[in-house]
């Protein structure tokens, strides 16, 4: 029997990998999860009910912390990884790494186009690596994928599991107020994210306080819950949540990464990024251009969105046919490296 170890190591992870875990389990594969000791992840692995161990964690931003974390982590997922025969993986270096070096094939998916530094470290290694079509195969070879390798769907990762999702009914009990948008703060440690780059977070709280509009805060870091001090309109949950809920009861969604905008999008909630990179990623750049995602990093700006926004009817049979060809893609290349 095969057994397949998923490495998960960001937040947005959980909802993701539960598609294939439930697909999988249907066809008696065993799984395990590794899941890295960052901010909500050991809590959210916990609520999946799948065997996992916490191993490894973040050693915060700075090249010097980055390469001494690489080391140590790599030497903590080759030494505490339970014995499988393939990784899965939403580019998690370490267990890339420990597969390589324990002789495990591996499959990495990334929505991700401008992460040159952590491409370079794990690209070389995958045996497959699955994309939307968004991305540009040559720019993935230029970061270290080989050609041969790169499959590509159409869709965005967030149709995966935003196929199977259905509200909480019990979320909004859990909440002092019954409108409100949430926020979520920029990944500001990410290699690929200026050191100069600051957060517009307090300038989003008081222009938001102005409209009296209450706001749902997600913080990413420990320090971010500092720009919450003082507001009355603000709520920060004591115990991490499901994202996705937050983004379907939500009036809008602002954040400083992709993923929770992607999500909302996807759901017809309004979605706002205030990314700080340069660039932003292919994905993020096809829903600006579609007008599913509003970009900008002037709060002013963000909050008239949000007032003159609505939700929009998603007909998710989209996101059915995008999940279902990702496993049936997934499967294939699981028959591939282990027959």
Do not use: W
């Amino acid at each position: 029997m095969t057994t397949i170890c998923y490495g998960i190591k960001n937040s947005h992870e959980p909802n993701l990998f539960r598609s294939f875990l439930a697909h999988f389990s249907d066809l008696d594969f065993e799984q395990h999860i590794v899941a890295l000791n960052y901010i909500e992840v050991p809590e959210l692995v916990k609520k999946m009910n799948v065997p996992y161990k916490v191993v490894g964690r973040h050693y915060g931003k700075g090249k010097l912390r980055k390469a001494f974390g690489l080391v140590m982590n790599d030497l903590n997922y080759i030494l505490n990884t339970s014995e499988f025969d393939i990784s899965i993986t939403h580019g998690n270096t370490y267990l890339i790494h420990a597969s390589k070096m324990l002789g495990k094939p591996t499959i990495a998916f990334t929505d991700n186009d401008i992460n040159y530094v952590n491409h370079k470290l794990y690209f070389p290694f995958v045996d497959f690596l699955i994309t939307p079509n968004q991305l540009s195969i040559s720019r993935l070879v230029k970061h270290g994928a080989k050609k041969d390798n790169i499959i590509q769907y159409d869709g965005f990762k967030e149709d995966i599991y935003i196929a199977d999702y259905n509200p909480d009914p019990e979320f909004m009990s859990t909440l002092p107020f019954d409108d409100f948008v949430t926020v979520r703060a920029e990944a500001l440690q990410n290699l690929y994210i200026s050191g100069r780059s600051r957060s517009i977070v307090p300038q989003l709280f008081k222009s938001l306080r102005s409209k009296n509009i209450n706001v749902l805060f997600l913080p990413r870091y420990a320090s971010d819950r500092l720009y919450a001090r003082g507001y009355s309109n603000i709520f920060m949950p004591p115990k991490p949540i499901n994202g996705l809920d937050a983004c379907y009861y939500s009036r809008a969604v602002l954040t400083g990464a992709g993923t929770f905008a992607r999500e909302a999008a996807c759901m017809g909630t309004p979605a706002v990024s205030f990314f700080p990179g340069k660039e932003l990623l292919g994905v993020d750049q096809d829903m600006v251009s579609q007008g599913l995602i509003f970009h900008s990093r002037n709060s002013e700006e963000i909050v008239n969105y949000v007032i003159g926004s609505k939700r929009i009817k998603v007909d998710l049979t989209r996101s059915k046919k995008v999940k279902q060809s990702v496993l049936a893609i997934t499967q294939r290349c699981i028959n591939e490296l282990t027959t």
